[in-house]
């Protein structure tokens, strides 16, 4: 005889009465448990270690649906890889694909990624540069917010640069090779120029074009970034009178160095005097209208400015320049000559930040075969440059120092270093971030003022020889100094 059992039904023994009778979960227990099993499938430590920077628009990370077949590749995860492969040391999808499957393997995914790189490949392509753009400006605002300005109005550094990528057609046609190159030996050639914030380091806008467009062509079309009480410091490159006049009309600021072609006004022609060395003088329009303005945008100016023309001596040994003439729209009441050739000489920013962006994050050679992925990838290492520029701020903040004093490639090592301690999503997030500021204040930078040092290599580059010749007619040509022999041809599988 079956012994009754009292904690199961008459027609289903088996059936439990305590699994009906079981205490219902709380409302706090669902969402705990909904969210455990969205973060198993998320990879989010990026996303914690910049908690208030990145925008909520590409971290929504259920967008696709629990049991989507693209959970690994959603929106928010493959934004996220993406800013860890321009982040990473080797940069390539092959290593992001390796890393996201560690990483789903170790929070205990039940479906691994597949390692070949085709979905993620297709993932960011559907990502759009809208929402990059937008991810960049919002990034941007993020480490402007309540920043000291030194000189009392935000200075912004503006320069130019340029990029190269993989030479293919589409490219190639977007971003044509220097007409010194022939057909097949050079690489297309991308023009940026950036506008970059001297108090953070932050890159505030930035325009591109190919080799046909001016520097000072891109920058006007970066008009509307400029903010009454913002100051350009340029390099002579863009000394243009009218983009001078224009930007006095918005109560812009500028301080720039004057044309290398415009003569330099004596004193006894000035039309004020302030002091030895700084006076103010007048510009004339020009009689010929540029190409790039039309008729009514020449006409809204004046026909006659004053500018401040400062002339100072550079005594430090080692500097390429021994005397510079600056011009600008400051006032003597507001800035000494001083003051305006500090503004100037701080605008070499521009220059080390396109150093750190285009030699420590990689920047300098996009790995992007198309022009709208080209696009795209710039988007995400601009945002990567800015998001370096957020930390060393916060670090800055947490121990009571300069920004100055935090090197760049040093706080990308710490971030490359601790992010796999912000997998752990029960972890404190404001303990782990705090640490990582710690970390990133443990090696500053000497302060050298005036250093100088030679831009000379002692390491000799290995002989080899420049392509000047298409690959397909160099192979053509080795063949045919070994007779008999055939190429080596991959038999498909």
Request: a positive charge; proline letters at 4%.
């Amino acid at each position: 005889m079956t012994k009754y059992n009292p904690d199961s039904t008459y027609l289903f023994p088996d059936f439990h009465i305590k699994t009906l009778t079981r205490k219902r979960r709380s409302a706090q227990q669902i969402h705990r448990e909904n969210q455990e099993r969205l973060m198993r499938g998320s990879f989010h430590q990026l996303k914690r270690m910049l908690e208030g920077f990145l925008p909520g628009s590409l971290l929504q990370t259920n967008e696709h649906g629990a049991h989507s077949r693209e959970r690994f590749y959603s929106k928010a995860n493959t934004f996220l890889a993406f800013l860890g492969q321009v982040l990473s040391e080797d940069g390539s999808c092959q290593d992001v694909v390796h890393r996201l499957r560690e990483q789903a393997q170790a929070q205990g995914c039940a479906r691994l990624p597949s390692a070949s790189t085709a979905a993620y490949t297709k993932a960011r392509s559907r990502l759009s540069s809208e929402e990059l753009s937008h991810a960049f400006y919002e990034g941007a605002g993020a480490v402007e917010l309540e920043a000291e300005r030194v000189f009392g109005r935000p200075l912004i550094a503006v320069d130019g640069t340029t990029l190269s990528m993989p030479d293919t057609k589409r490219c190639q046609e977007e971003w044509p090779q220097s007409s010194e190159q022939a057909k097949g030996i050079g690489f297309p050639l991308l023009k940026m120029v950036g506008a970059f914030s001297v108090d953070t380091g932050v890159l505030l806008d930035r325009e591109v074009g190919n080799k046909h467009d001016h520097e000072l062509t891109l920058l006007r079309k970066m008009n509307e970034t400029f903010q009454k009480e913002d100051i350009l410091a340029m390099d002579r490159a863009y000394c243009s009178y009218y983009d001078l006049a224009l930007y006095t009309s918005k109560g812009v600021d500028v301080v720039v160095r004057n044309h290398q072609a415009r003569k330099e006004i004596s004193e006894s022609d000035a039309v004020q005097v302030v002091a030895k060395k700084d006076r103010w003088i007048q510009w004339e329009k020009p009689m010929k209208r540029p190409n790039h303005v039309s008729k009514e945008q020449w006409a809204e100016i004046p026909e006659a400015m004053n500018v401040r023309q400062i002339t100072y001596g550079v005594e430090q040994a080692g500097f390429r320049s021994s005397r510079v003439v600056l011009i600008t729209t400051l006032s003597e009441e507001a800035y000494s000559a001083e003051e305006v050739a500090e503004m100037y000489r701080a605008r070499w920013l521009a220059e080390v930040s396109f150093r750190d962006l285009k030699r420590t994050i990689d920047t300098h050679t996009l790995r992007c075969k198309s022009p709208e992925m080209i696009q795209k990838e710039l988007w995400v290492n601009l945002i990567a440059y800015n998001a370096l520029c957020f930390l060393q701020k916060k670090a800055a903040e947490k121990v009571g120092l300069a920004k100055s004093r935090f090197s760049f490639k040093g706080c990308l090592q710490v971030l490359r270093a601790w992010e796999h301690r912000f997998r752990d999503w029960k972890a404190s997030s404001k303990r782990l971030r705090s640490e990582l500021y710690e970390h990133m204040a443990a090696k500053l930078l000497e302060i050298r003022p005036n250093r100088v040092e030679p831009r000379v290599n002692k390491k000799r580059p290995k002989k080899i020889r420049y392509m000047m010749k298409p690959r397909r007619i160099l192979q053509a040509e080795l063949l045919a100094n070994l007779p008999g022999q055939t190429p080596f041809k991959i038999p498909l599988s």
